[in-house]
Protein backbone atom coordinates (compact mmCIF):
# COMPACT_ATOMS: atom_id res chain seq x y z
CA UNK A 1 0.00 0.00 0.00
CA UNK A 2 2.68 2.47 0.63
CA UNK A 3 4.11 1.84 -2.74
CA UNK A 4 0.81 3.51 -3.98
CA UNK A 5 1.29 6.07 -1.95
CA UNK A 6 4.44 6.99 -2.84
CA UNK A 7 3.66 6.61 -6.96
CA UNK A 8 0.76 9.08 -6.04
CA UNK A 9 3.39 11.76 -4.70
CA UNK A 10 5.52 11.07 -7.94
CA UNK A 11 2.68 12.24 -9.91
CA UNK A 12 1.82 15.05 -7.44
CA UNK A 13 5.83 16.20 -7.37
CA UNK A 14 5.43 16.09 -11.42
CA UNK A 15 2.45 17.84 -11.58
CA UNK A 16 4.13 20.74 -9.25
CA UNK A 17 7.09 20.85 -11.51
CA UNK A 18 5.03 21.40 -14.84
CA UNK A 19 3.61 23.95 -12.96
CA UNK A 20 6.05 25.64 -11.91
CA UNK A 21 7.75 25.70 -15.02
CA UNK A 22 5.22 27.04 -16.98
CA UNK A 23 4.83 30.13 -14.50
CA UNK A 24 8.94 30.35 -15.04
CA UNK A 25 8.12 30.60 -18.77
CA UNK A 26 4.98 33.12 -18.38
CA UNK A 27 6.93 34.91 -16.10
CA UNK A 28 9.92 35.26 -18.59
CA UNK A 29 7.29 35.98 -21.19
CA UNK A 30 5.82 39.08 -19.18
CA UNK A 31 9.35 40.30 -18.42
CA UNK A 32 10.85 40.37 -22.32
CA UNK A 33 6.97 42.16 -23.12
CA UNK A 34 7.43 44.39 -20.61
CA UNK A 35 10.53 45.10 -22.12
CA UNK A 36 9.71 45.30 -25.47
CA UNK A 37 6.83 47.83 -24.40
CA UNK A 38 9.10 50.21 -22.52
CA UNK A 39 11.38 49.99 -26.14
CA UNK A 40 8.60 51.36 -27.68
CA UNK A 41 7.82 54.09 -25.09
CA UNK A 42 11.07 55.32 -25.71
CA UNK A 43 11.00 55.23 -29.49
CA UNK A 44 7.67 57.25 -29.43
CA UNK A 45 8.97 59.52 -27.10
CA UNK A 46 12.11 60.63 -29.43
CA UNK A 47 10.14 60.50 -32.39
CA UNK A 48 7.61 63.20 -30.58
CA UNK A 49 10.47 64.63 -29.74
CA UNK A 50 12.02 64.65 -33.31
CA UNK A 51 8.41 65.53 -35.05
CA UNK A 52 8.02 68.93 -32.26
CA UNK A 53 11.76 70.19 -33.46
CA UNK A 54 11.08 69.43 -37.08
CA UNK A 55 7.66 71.29 -36.95
CA UNK A 56 8.99 73.99 -35.18
CA UNK A 57 12.14 74.32 -37.37
CA UNK A 58 8.90 74.30 -40.49
CA UNK A 59 6.65 76.83 -38.74
CA UNK A 60 9.92 79.20 -37.94
CA UNK A 61 11.01 78.82 -41.57
CA UNK A 62 7.85 78.67 -43.46
CA UNK A 63 6.05 80.78 -41.84
CA UNK A 64 3.29 78.14 -41.33
CA UNK A 65 0.51 78.06 -38.88
CA UNK A 66 -1.23 75.12 -36.60
CA UNK A 67 -4.29 75.35 -39.23
CA UNK A 68 -1.66 74.21 -41.89
CA UNK A 69 -0.25 71.54 -40.37
CA UNK A 70 -3.73 70.50 -39.35
CA UNK A 71 -5.32 70.56 -42.65
CA UNK A 72 -2.40 68.88 -44.25
CA UNK A 73 -2.63 66.29 -41.39
CA UNK A 74 -6.63 65.92 -42.14
CA UNK A 75 -5.60 65.18 -45.68
CA UNK A 76 -3.22 63.04 -45.39
CA UNK A 77 -5.11 60.90 -43.08
CA UNK A 78 -8.29 60.62 -45.80
CA UNK A 79 -5.71 59.09 -48.49
CA UNK A 80 -7.24 55.72 -47.05
CA UNK A 81 -10.72 57.42 -47.73
CA UNK A 82 -11.71 56.73 -43.87
CA UNK A 83 -11.03 59.47 -41.26
CA UNK A 84 -9.72 57.38 -38.38
CA UNK A 85 -6.49 59.90 -37.17
CA UNK A 86 -3.49 57.25 -38.71
CA UNK A 87 -2.08 55.88 -41.80
CA UNK A 88 -3.70 52.82 -42.89
CA UNK A 89 -2.23 50.22 -45.43
CA UNK A 90 -3.94 50.29 -48.62
CA UNK A 91 -3.63 48.30 -51.76
CA UNK A 92 -0.81 49.35 -54.26
CA UNK A 93 -0.46 48.04 -57.97
CA UNK A 94 2.92 46.79 -58.82
CA UNK A 95 3.96 48.64 -61.85
CA UNK A 96 5.22 45.74 -63.36
CA UNK A 97 3.37 43.14 -63.39
CA UNK A 98 0.18 45.12 -62.50
CA UNK A 99 -1.26 42.73 -59.48
CA UNK A 100 -2.18 44.09 -55.89
CA UNK A 101 -0.33 44.35 -53.13
CA UNK A 102 -0.30 45.36 -49.74
CA UNK A 103 1.36 49.15 -48.97
CA UNK A 104 3.09 48.23 -46.40
CA UNK A 105 5.42 45.07 -48.10
CA UNK A 106 8.85 46.79 -49.65
CA UNK A 107 8.50 44.78 -53.18
CA UNK A 108 5.96 43.00 -54.79
CA UNK A 109 4.37 39.60 -53.50
CA UNK A 110 4.21 38.19 -57.12
CA UNK A 111 7.00 39.72 -59.03
CA UNK A 112 9.78 41.01 -56.57
CA UNK A 113 9.57 44.72 -58.25
CA UNK A 114 10.52 46.91 -55.75
CA UNK A 115 8.36 49.49 -54.51
CA UNK A 116 9.69 53.10 -53.77
CA UNK A 117 8.41 53.75 -50.22
CA UNK A 118 7.37 56.70 -48.70
CA UNK A 119 9.95 58.07 -45.98
CA UNK A 120 7.21 57.48 -42.79
CA UNK A 121 5.19 54.92 -44.66
Known amino acids: MAGLWMAGMMNV ?3 IAAVR ?3 VGQI ?3 IELQS ?3 DLEERIGRLALLNQAL ?3 LKSRLSLTEADL ?3 ARDIDLRDGI ?7 IAVTCPTCKRINNSRHAKCLYCGQLFEKEMFA
Open 13 to 15: SDD
Open 70 to 72: ETL
Open 36 to 38: KVK
Open 55 to 57: WEL
Open 83 to 89: ADGRLTA
Open 28 to 30: SQE
Open 21 to 23: EAR
